[in-house]
């Protein structure tokens, strides 16, 4: 037998939209919409397994109803253009499936599925509509079935007639009566006033259908109900009608046309990797990656047995090569070398017994290219060899003329340069289970085609910069700072391990507290870690409201428990248990895993080369995610101690530097005048938007100020700072329109910096850091309005990265010529932590201050805070 199956793509959208929270892919893009469509898509044909299929969609605002009644969904807010914005990609995952979708002008989808049903019908199709409108139940009849979403986008309601009687006690074409009775506030059908659904049923068990109760006002009972029901007739005989479905639309198309044969696995897997969708990869399979072709030119080298004079020439591109992602801890197992005399590799005990290859690495006067010099300063530091001479990080110039491109390895930046000379560090190592180091044969190849690789891509790559004016940004800052960063990683931070554990023995004992309280408050003991046993709990013992649910149950995820966080006490028990478990799993024992055991040390690892904006990363162990906004988490830094005897940790703050930055570059009088007058701009952008003086500013209004002004050159949409603040889209749009009028230059820098960046195609920072943004002139609104809120924020984002950065390596400089005892251990966000010697505490802290505020000179004043103590916690 066929089966049509007709989605109402709109409907649909729009409830896994708000079913879910907020979800990005790489790009930036929100997918929630998606992701939840698509889930629902794929339960949809595993579930029905179509002969027929369709999506249909609205066309546009106006309809033919709208000639009947203007008001006709009048009251319904503008959609979210974070919902919007989603549409398209749907389409994008409906082409993968290759799946028909279908629009009419002046027709709604419901029109389209009522048409296509009704036809289907007639042919004998058996037809399932799958929507979120209880609108649709009016086609029920033998051969439609109507599967109907509930609040969350995994559990759904079948209705054939019987369900519809059972459910409502109607047959499916009275549902059309129904809405005609009580009318319909989400499609701003008025139906007749004060009658909802309970008296509306009751009117259409007795007489069957609108024009029936109307004729037969007399026997109604109840002298109000009567007298509605007779003031209101034209209107409920109005309802009735916008309330029905059109059957017999124009639809060319044959039933034919909406043939469906299943999916090309391959074209559905591009678009899941496209909007990072990895879980439903699992779900359709992610096949086997093709094997990379060793079709390359031969290439002759040397491997070297006794190091001489002419493999060592300046300039040379030097490969250190580390069978390990983290060079402190992995093993060294080769070293390559490219210059104009050829291609050499040596074998680690070659190069670490040799005074020639030694007397290489370590000479300041002949110049080394590298892949990345900071892991392989790190790397040959483990091993007593101290790398100078370093003129080039070919890594750190590929991210600095495209950060948008990942260059992991050498190969990496070849291939873009269409460079077939070097094969991926998978295809000669392998990965996961079988990972493994080659024979020397092969693995001196690999090398020495990395090396070559290498001191062929330089001059290309060197040149680039010249072109794009980013030489300054290059030689003086990012190269320089590879160094330090190196330098930090091999000093590390100390832990006191004592301190640690008894936090963990602390944290340990809150949590069986808190686990006593929970079970109290549940009246039961179950397992709190059981997301099956915590909805059990939640929603049938305690009979909370269930927000959403799963295919294993129901949902008892972070974003359901805050909206439930007011219904019962037990809610702000389990989300404080959580994070109290989350610090005790993530940061306390994690970093007990990481500690050296003979230094009491971690080091950190980092990435220098990630982000697109130019901010620092950290990794192994992650330290700039140690959750602050709790105490618990704050605590954690108490660990964190300096390293000697009676030295202090000192922390350096920058104080709203973005905004100070914000306030340089788009030179708003108004913003930089509290700036220059040292105000608190929170309180300064209260005082204006909500025309109050300072001292009428109430906490509240401070609030939302900073929301405004953090969120603002972001690209915060009404409804994301509605959302944020928990107050209307209305309020939040007026708040953010007084705002632009406060601040008239940032409105102005809004506006320009997107126009510009669309002629040419990026934006750059104060020191002439890009990030390209092609997305401006995408066809596709979400695309689109992510590049223009990434053009806005990365000037700014990205100029306060170049600020700390420049800190960084003023500070190293200063330091080395200073006679204070101090050394550069982290860097957090806009904060930098050091260690110093207790008499020396002082001193520092004038020069952090003399350098860290005068790093990058701005209209307005860089601030810093600058505090000490015995630990990083008590240096804040």
């Not at 948008?404 to 291939?415: C, F, K, L, M, P």
């Not at 009676?646 to 009088?669: F, M, N, P």
Request: net charge negative; hydrophobic share 40%; glycine share 6%.
């Amino acid at each position: 037998m066929k089966k049509i199956v007709l989605v109402d793509g709109n409907s649909i959208a729009y409830r896994a939209f708000f079913a879910l929270p907020l979800l990005n892919n790489q790009k930036g893009e929100y997918t929630n919409a998606v992701y939840g469509f698509t889930t629902m898509l794929l339960k949809v044909l595993e579930m029905e397994n179509p002969t027929h299929m369709l999506v249909a969609f609205d066309a546009g605002k106006e309809t033919f109803r709208h000639q009947t009644y203007a008001a006709y969904k009048g009251t319904r807010q503008k959609t979210p253009s974070e919902l919007s914005g989603q549409i398209p990609l749907i389409h994008d995952v409906l082409k993968a499936f290759s799946i028909p979708r279908y629009e009419a002008k002046s027709y709604e989808a419901d029109d389209i599925i009522g048409t296509v049903a009704r036809r289907a019908a007639k042919e004998d199709y058996k037809v399932v509509v799958v929507t979120g409108d209880k609108d649709l139940l009016q086609l029920v009849d033998q051969n439609i079935e109507v599967v109907l979403t509930k609040k969350g986008m995994s559990e759904v309601d079948r209705y054939d007639e019987a369900a519809i009687h059972e459910r409502y006690g109607l047959t499916p074409t009275q549902i059309i009566d129904l809405k005609g009775l009580m009318g319909d506030s989400s499609d701003n059908i008025p139906g007749v006033p004060g009658v909802g659904e309970k008296t509306a049923l009751k009117l259409l068990a007795q007489f069957e259908d609108v024009e029936t109760v109307l004729a037969s006002i007399d026997q109604v009972s109840g002298k109000k109900l009567k007298e509605r029901l007779t003031e209101n007739q034209e209107q409920a005989r109005l309802s009735k009608k916008l309330a029905t479905i059109f059957t017999d639309m124009p639809l060319e198309e044959t039933l034919d046309a909406f043939t469906y044969t299943g999916y090309d696995e391959e074209q559905v897997r591009a678009v899941f990797r496209e909007l990072s969708f990895h879980s439903l990869l699992e779900r359709i399979g992610q096949g086997e990656a093709p094997e990379e072709s060793s079709d390359f030119a031969p290439l002759p080298y040397e491997v070297v047995k006794k190091p001489e004079e002419k493999h060592f020439a300046s300039p040379s591109a030097l490969v250190v090569e580390m069978f390990a992602e983290h060079e402190l801890q992995g093993d060294l197992i080769g070293m390559g070398v490219a210059n104009e005399n050829g291609r050499f590799f040596f074998p680690v005990d070659v190069a670490l017994s040799s005074p020639l290859f030694q007397d290489f690495i370590t000479s300041a006067t002949v110049e080394k290219w590298l892949f990345s010099a900071k892991q392989s300063i790190v790397a040959l530091e483990k091993r007593g060899l101290s790398l100078q001479g370093v003129t080039f990080d070919l890594q750190m110039a590929s991210y600095l003329l495209d950060p948008s491109v990942s260059a992991e390895e050498v190969g990496d930046v070849a291939h873009r340069k269409e460079m077939k000379v070097v094969r991926s560090d998978e295809a000669v190592y392998g990965k996961g289970a079988k990972r493994h180091i080659p024979d020397e044969d092969e693995l001196s190849e690999h090398v020495c085609r990395k090396a070559s690789a290498l001191y062929e891509l330089k001059p290309l790559l060197a040149n680039e910069l010249a072109e794009n004016k980013q030489d300054e940004l290059f030689y003086e800052l990012e190269m320089p700072l590879s160094l330090v960063l190196a330098k930090m990683e091999c000093t590390g931070i100390k832990v006191d391990i004592a301190q640690l554990k008894a936090m963990g023995k602390d944290l340990s004992a809150r949590i069986a507290v808190l686990e006593r309280e929970i079970h109290a408050e549940a009246g039961v003991s179950f397992n709190i870690n059981s997301p099956k046993q915590m909805g059990t709990i939640l929603f049938e013992t305690l009979a909370l409201p269930p927000v959403k649910k799963t295919k294993t149950g129901y949902s008892t995820s972070a974003d359901v428990l805050e909206k439930l966080r007011d219904a019962h006490p037990i809610i702000e028990l389990i989300l404080h248990y959580r994070q109290l478990v989350k610090l005790h799993s993530t940061y306390i024992e994690g970093l007990l895993k990481v500690v050296d055991a003979t230094t009491h040390k971690v080091h950190t690892r980092f990435n220098q080369a990630l982000t697109q904006t130019g901010r620092l990363s950290s990794a192994d162990p992650n330290l700039q995610n140690i959750p602050i906004r709790l105490e618990e988490g704050r605590k954690i830094r108490k660990a964190f101690i300096a390293s000697k005897p009676g030295w202090k940790i000192v922390a350096a703050d920058y104080s709203q530097i973005e905004l100070r930055v914000l306030a340089h570059i788009c030179g708003d009088e108004n913003m930089k005048r509290a700036f220059l007058e040292d105000m608190d701009i929170h309180t300064k952008t209260a005082m204006d938007v909500f025309g109050v003086s300072e001292q009428d500013v109430t906490s509240a209004m401070r609030r939302t100020a900073k929301a405004v002004n953090f969120g603002i050159v972001y690209g915060i949409s009404d409804y994301g700072l509605s959302q944020n603040l928990g107050i209307s889209r209305k309020e939040a749009k007026d708040f953010i329109d007084r705002y632009l009028v406060s601040y008239p230059k940032v409105k102005e820098y809004m506006e320009d910096v997107v126009t510009k960046a669309r002629k040419k195609g990026y934006v750059e920072t104060l020191l002439a850091r890009r990030r390209y943004l092609p997305e401006l002139n995408s066809r596709n609104f979400n695309q689109r309005s992510f590049a223009e809120r990434t053009a806005l924020n990365t000037p700014i984002q990205g100029t306060a990265a170049d600020i700390i950065k420049m800190s960084m390596v003023q500070m190293d400089k200063r330091l080395q010529t200073s006679p204070l005892a101090a050394t550069l251990l982290l860097q957090v966000h806009d904060e930098l932590i050091f260690e110093v010697a207790k008499d020396d505490v002082a001193s520092l802290k004038a020069l952090v201050l003399e350098v860290m505020e005068h790093a990058l000179p701005l209209d307005v004043p860089l601030k810093v805070d600058v505090s000490s103590g015995d630990s990083w916690y008590d240096a804040k």
